[in-house]
């Protein structure tokens, strides 16, 4: 596992089902096995390159030319018979399963099972990995891209070369894939001769990314390569052109316009050697070239000139400076002879430099063919940099790609490198400190001096092409020359790291020892948890901020430089406040286990850069005292409700199995061991009962609901456990048989409290979900998990009122590969549409409120508009990505009134964002009094606390969400008697105004009007009541006003009483509804009147 940021954790929103492994990264071993069993054999899979396949595998004689214009060349699948020395492989060559991100050029056994998906037109969204033939574009063409079993995919030439020398390959490679993916697609050229043993690379035909993106498929790679004289007069040469599954989502690319030739043997060749020569300090080095003939050369002799030629970039050698230019013309390998030396002067210095480059070329032959006639002449470097030289004042090093030699004080070893720091190169643009990446174990320690010879490197992560990089020297020789002190640390401030200084500000300390007084800790130290055992292994990386920095927050859009460049929507900056901490990275280490809101001081170690934020590598204990770390954790249960308040929570239980072997269904099951099951259901109790204070209605996501006989079961087992602990029945459970295509097993379920506080429970799938099909995909399903609806009448405990509500509990598609995923992209854009059509099918009828784990945040995140599809408020098409239709009328109303510092259900990377929703129709939204987390997972580490069973902290990664509502005539709405703040007296309206928003219509007898004052007259929105002057003027008949809260039921009080032609006032304290607003009833016999209202403060 690479160290300082490079080591790739499966974030949980993406988990694969087949394993028991929850959380980040991989688990521990478990003794527990996992259930596969079915009730019946699976059927076989496909034999795709498993029998023999109809191919060409014949050598042919040169040239080969091929552009697949023509269609009719490949016309079934796996059939190559009509592609002339051309044959397409799967690549299944790794026995360890599915890898990604080998080096092709790495990977030289030969591939049998012959592959290709035939008649294909959809590059941009095919996904199965392997070859395919795309004949259905513009420009036909055949591809290949890893992807599952295809970790290698490659196409093979194979070639007769006799009677041929100088074996030229060319062909272009083509992106072909217009997706939202930006793989980082290698392509790697062999060869091998004859049909039997490991192929050999060929160094120039190495591309090391054949693609371009996200949305972009313009990139066009030309391969140009002449193949080593062992391929030449041979019977047979099999060329082949590889590629490797890419981390992530990979692209297709296409090879085409394929052209293998070569020269007549009977003709005389000549080449050029390169050379290679260390520069020395002083004097001069001779570089000798050498000219040769592949057979002596005939009466005539051959002739040619050459000459040096300055190379280009910071890697270019100059003539006069580093070298002493040279040319002759009429050079001559005389009747014979088959090789010329030519020699150039190097000169050497003690500057630190790059190793450089001239050219030697040869032109005007006359008497045998050139087959490659320009050498590189290299002049090694032997004067060392100062580190900060090395590292440059800018993102990248002036000196990448090239070897260096540099050195310093050992100041932090890993398992795979070290920190170097040295005393300065006087320029404050540039960091003292370096990483070594070595890939395996230094034998250096903190302390050493060393001298440092190494090609410099800028990592980036192929899983996130869009991040900085972070330099870095490879393929070391270290030296080591004595010891020495280590520097003293840089204080990181907020002068230094703020929340709008970008993305790289720290860049000129990378590298180098850093000091972090005090950080509080905004996201908990990540574990491996083994889902089965319960087996917990701290991985030491947690997040924080420095001292008065608000905790960091997603914010809308797709993160910077993300942006799809069809995108016009806002860009996400990754919150670069955010400081990451690697404690148990360094050798001597141990990892630090810690939850937000703590704070930890002393921090100090090198600083690297990896997941969009900085991070500091802690020293061990031997070189710094170890961290201390001060504040306590404990859960935040959410407020109490009233007697009169109905209480409905989402809660993703994460994963939550039981301990019984349901042999008739899952192929991902997770059987628990028995003591972890039993712990999950104290953790479960606790919760509930503590922390969400045992709401009327938990809507439950990824629970277990598999068992066909009573597919609530686990349900039920957590609602037993609630009633057992509680001494009462508090709880029912619901779920259904067959709802959802999770292989797991996993679903949705509730917990509800029966009778008397809820009355005709039903429980249905939402009609026709299950059976949905994803555009373009007759047999996938649209939801994994369909939305499950619970209907019910709520009673009030005392007063004999009842209230009809329709709770839709979802889970919807993860957002792990949406920014990649063209899949992915579709089935969380077509699962959005549907629910938002289904919520408005039925919000007319019923009391709507839908709430889970949505997997999407409360804004747009760029690509797949989410919320705002399904409350019918999807952003405009140019501000997203995959756009979405606006299906609802009126629009649903969010609930996102909790106060900002605690509006969280989930934490990533140290960004807390809310992915658990309550989303309610326009008729239910007046009768909600708030809504709250209960935060007791998101922000706690695992390893201290999953399984603990006397906690209920970190039962789940999911923080739940409760909403409270009071149902009309629930209870009594009172005004408050503190908070109050006065305005100048403010007319909120006069109906007497014909330009007013009445136009001056009166009030007819048994008219009510809705009016707003939240926003209105000084009043803040939010407020809770008003004071108001109200006046009845010209009444032409008697009676009264009431005035109530929006929302509420027409009250017996009246608020002033009137006769005919009676002009009269009163003021009133008046509560306002969760809107802002209040109705006015006119109680006339007969008759109409006027009504004045002056507001004259508020209540907060």
Request: with cysteine.
């Amino acid at each position: 596992m690479r160290p300082f940021g490079k080591n790739v954790l499966v974030p949980v929103l993406s988990l694969v089902l087949a394993s028991p492994s929850l959380l980040f990264g991989a688990p521990p071993a478990s003794t527990e096995r996992q259930v596969t069993r079915r009730t019946a054999p699976p059927p076989a899979p496909a034999a795709r390159g498993l029998l023999p396949a109809p191919r060409s595998e014949t050598p042919v004689t040169l040239p080969l030319t091929q552009d697949w214009s023509n269609t009719g060349l490949i016309s079934a699948n796996d059939d190559w018979s009509g592609v002339p020395g051309i044959v397409g492989y799967l690549g299944d060559w790794d026995p360890a399963g599915t890898v990604t991100n080998t080096d092709p050029r790495t990977v030289l056994v030969p591939m049998t099972a012959v592959d290709v998906n035939a008649n294909r037109s959809d590059p941009d969204a095919y996904n199965t990995g392997g070859v395919a033939e795309f004949d259905g574009i513009a420009n036909p063409v055949v591809a290949f891209q890893g992807s599952g079993t295809a970790d290698a995919p490659n196409l093979v030439f194979f070639l007769n070369t006799s009677g041929y020398v100088g074996i030229r390959v060319q062909y272009n490679l083509r992106d072909v894939d217009a997706g939202a993916v930006d793989a980082v697609q290698q392509v790697a050229l062999q060869y091998r001769v004859g049909n039997t043993g490991n192929f050999t690379n060929v160094a120039a035909g190495y591309v090391a990314d054949a693609t371009t993106g996200p949305g972009l498929a313009t990139l066009v790679t030309p391969v140009d390569v002449t193949l080593p004289a062992a391929c030449d007069n041979q019977p047979e040469v099999q060329v082949r052109v590889i590629t490797t599954n890419a981390g992530g989502t990979d692209e297709f690319v296409g090879v085409d316009d394929i052209n293998v030739t070569g020269t007549p043997a009977g003709d005389n060749i000549l080449t050029i050697s390169d050379a290679t020569v260390t520069e020395g300090d002083s004097g001069p080095v001779t570089a000798t070239f050498t000219v040769s003939l592949v057979q002596p050369a005939a009466a005539a002799g051959v002739t040619f000139d050459i000459a040096t030629a300055d190379g280009t970039g910071v890697t270019g050698a100059v003539a006069g400076t580093d070298y002493v230019a040279n040319g002759v013309t009429g050079a001559a390998i005389a009747e014979g002879n088959t090789t010329y030396t030519f020699d150039v002067t190097v000169n050497g210095d003690t500057a630190a430099e790059a190793t450089e480059r001239f050219t030697v070329n040869v032109t005007n032959v006359v008497g045998a063919t050139i087959s490659d006639g320009q050498a590189t002449g290299t002049i090694t470097n032997d004067d060392a940099f100062k580190v900060g030289e090395v590292q440059g004042a800018g993102s990248e090093s002036p000196y990448k790609g090239t070897q260096v030699i540099t050195g310093g004080v050992v100041t932090g070893v890993s398992g795979t490198g070290f920190f170097i720091q040295d005393d300065g190169d006087g320029d404050p643009a540039t960091s003292d400190g370096v990483l070594v990446y070595l890939n395996g174990v230094p034998t250096v320690s903190v302390g050493n001096v060393v001298q440092v010879t190494a090609y410099v490197s800028e990592y980036v992560p192929s899983q996130d092409t869009g991040s900085p990089p972070l330099t870095e020297l490879t393929s070391p020789a270290v030296v080591v020359t004595g010891t020495g002190p280590l520097p003293s640390p840089v204080e990181i401030t907020t002068s230094l790291l703020t929340p709008g200084g970008g993305t790289e500000q720290l860049e000129r300390y990378e590298g180098m020892r850093v000091s972090v007084p005090s950080l509080t800790v905004v996201a908990p130290t990540r574990s491996t948890v083994d889902n089965i055992s319960g087996a917990t292994n701290s991985q030491g990386i947690f997040y924080g901020v420095l001292p008065g920095v608000a905790r960091p927050f997603r914010e809308p859009g797709v993160p910077a430089p993300d942006v799809p460049p069809t995108v016009n929507g806002p860009a996400w900056d990754n919150n670069p406040e955010r400081i990451r901490v690697l404690s148990s990275t360094l050798i001597g280490t141990t990892p630090i286990d810690v939850g937000s809101g703590q704070v930890v001081t002393g921090l100090v170690g090198p600083l690297s850069y990896g997941f969009r934020s900085y991070e500091v590598n802690v020293d061990p204990p031997a070189v710094t005292p170890a961290p201390v770390v001060s504040g306590t954790l404990a859960a935040t249960p959410v407020p109490p409700a009233t007697a009169d308040e109905l209480t409905v929570a989402t809660y993703n239980l994460l994963r939550f199995f039981d301990n019984r072997d349901d042999v008739t269904a899952s192929t991902f099951e997770n059987i628990l061991q028995p003591t972890r099951y039993a712990n999950r259901l104290a953790k479960a109790s606790l919760i509930i009962r503590n922390v969400l204070r045992m709401p009327d209605v938990v809507a439950l996501q990824e629970i277990e609901t598999v068992y066909a006989a009573d597919p609530a079961r686990v349900a039920a087992d957590i609602a037993a456990k609630v009633n057992a602990d509680a001494g009462a029945t508090v709880y029912a459970a619901a779920a259904l048989v067959g709802n959802g295509s999770d292989p797991s097993g996993l679903n949705i379920a509730y917990l509800y409290k029966p009778a008397p506080r809820l009355t005709g429970v039903t429980l249905e799938q939402a009609p026709g979900s299950f059976d949905v099909k994803l555009s373009g995909y007759p047999t996938l399903n649209v939801f994994d998990h369909p939305p499950l609806v619970l209907r019910a009448t709520v009673n009030h405990p005392t007063n004999g009122q009842s209230w009809p509500v329709t709770i839709v509990n979802n889970h919807a598609k993860s957002i792990g590969d949406v920014d990649t995923d063209p899949f992915d992209q579709a089935k969380r854009k077509e699962q959005a549409e549907w629910l938002a059509a289904y919520l408005d099918s039925i919000q007319d009828a019923e009391n709507v409120v839908s709430v889970g784990d949505m997997n999407a945040y409360e804004f747009n995140d760029g690509w797949v508009d989410v919320m705002g599809t399904v409350i019918g408020s999807p952003v405009p098409a140019d501000q997203v990505f995959v756009p979405t239709a606006d299906l609802v009328d009126p629009n649903l109303v969010l609930l996102t009134t909790s106060a900002a510092p605690s509006r969280y259900s989930y934490s990533f990377d140290g960004n807390a964002h809310y992915f658990d929703h309550v989303a309610v129709d326009s008729g239910v939204a007046p009768y909600v009094t708030r809504i709250a987390h209960g935060h007791a997972n998101a922000d706690f580490p695992p390893n201290l606390f999953y399984n603990d069973a006397n906690s209920p902290l970190r039962l789940s990664d999911h923080d739940p969400v409760v909403a409270y509502f009071l149902p009309p005539d629930f209870g009594p709405w009172t005004v408050p008697t503190t908070g109050f703040y006065t305005v100048a007296p403010c007319r909120l309206f006069d109906t007497r105004d014909a330009l007013g928003p009445f136009a001056g219509q009166p009030f007819a007898a048994g008219e009510s009007r809705t009016f707003a004052a939240g926003g209105k007259c000084g009043v803040p929105v939010g407020a809770k009541a008003i004071a108001v002057n109200v006046t009845v003027a010209q009444p032409t008949g008697g009676g009264f006003l009431t005035l109530y809260p929006e929302g509420r039921s027409l009250p017996l009080t009246s608020t002033i009483n009137f006769v005919s032609g009676q002009t009269r006032a009163n003021n009133a304290r008046l509560s306002l509804g969760l809107s802002g607003g209040f109705v006015i009833y006119a109680g006339l016999g007969s008759g109409e009147a006027h009504v004045i209202a002056d507001v004259v403060g508020y209540f907060d």
